[in-house]
């Protein structure tokens, strides 16, 4: 199954060399139930590794979203390997640029993963819980509905993280979700990857719930693709938003300060 859609992500290459230099003319041309939790007076750090794959850390609790890369060779499998231990894992579907480091997770097996049908399926050893809403007093998780943007019938979820008293929005691979979700989140985590989702799609999307910071991902595909996140902050810019647009280097942790 896996080698099926690795096979079928690499017939996707030519698909994508001529969406990226389309891109590049272009740019020439151009709440449920929320327990109250009990670590809410930290800052939290964020971590970034390429496409979708981010640690969200506090002074406590440590959480990695999205294990995966794609051809980028950021998060590596030595550097899932040697990574200080984490709490939890959250994944938002199957494709092997969202997860295909999952096993190579130092202590995976002991660690609680948030995730969906196929990924249990896929992972029968691994603790993968795919229920709606996830809570253990530090931290509360509510799935939101949100199909991928390329394939819509896929297994497919995004989150409403609550993590240190901030409200953190996950959306995978898509910008467009199926039901409401919260507003004026602290974080909003949107793919602006052109295939899955347009820099039009994220702009709308950060424009209908207002979130105080935005981070845009997964856009460095086949890593030549810099123009759509600038262009993304640039559009924010002047439409003169409120949300902070944050950029993050490979690598580089950012901090959230508790206002
Ligand atoms: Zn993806």
Redesign the pocket.
């Known amino acids: 199954m896996k080698i099926i859609k690795q096979i079928s992500m690499f017939l996707l290459i030519p698909i994508l060399m001529f969406y990226i230099s389309c891109i590049n003319l272009e740019t020439n041309n151009s709440a449920g139930n929320i327990e109250e939790l009990d670590n809410s007076n930290s800052n939290i750090y964020i971590t970034y590794f390429g ?2 794959c981010f640690l969200i850390e506090d002074s406590s609790h440590r959480i990695l979203i999205d294990p995966g890369d ?1 051809f980028t060779d950021r998060f590596t499998a030595e550097l899932a390997e040697n990574l200080e231990p984490v709490d939890l894992i959250i994944i938002t579907h199957n ?1 092997f ?2 997860c295909n480091r999952l096993e190579y997770i130092k202590g995976v097996d002991s660690i609680p993963i948030i995730g969906t049908n196929s990924i249990q399926k896929d992972f029968p050893r691994f603790n993968v819980i795919t229920e709606g809403s996830f809570t253990n007093g530090w931290i509360n998780i509510r799935k939101i509905d949100i199909a991928h943007g390329l394939r819509p019938n896929e297994d497919h979820t995004g989150y409403n993280i609550q993590f240190a008293d901030k409200t953190i929005i996950f959306l995978g ?1 898509g910008a467009t979700p199926l039901e409401p979700i919260e507003t004026n989140p602290d974080i909003l985590f949107v ?1 602006i ?1 052109g295939i ?1 989702a347009s820099v039009k799609n994220g702009v709308q999307l950060v424009t209908e719930i207002k979130p105080l910071n935005v981070i845009p991902m ?1 856009w460095e595909i086949l890593s030549r693709n810099a123009v759509r996140v600038r262009r993304f902050e640039r559009t924010l810019d002047k439409q003169s938003t409120e949300t902070k647009c944050i950029i993050p280097e490979f690598y580089e942790t950012i901090k959230f300060a508790i206002d």
């Open positions: 496409t979708a794609l494709d640029d969202h691979d793919t990857g899955e997964h």
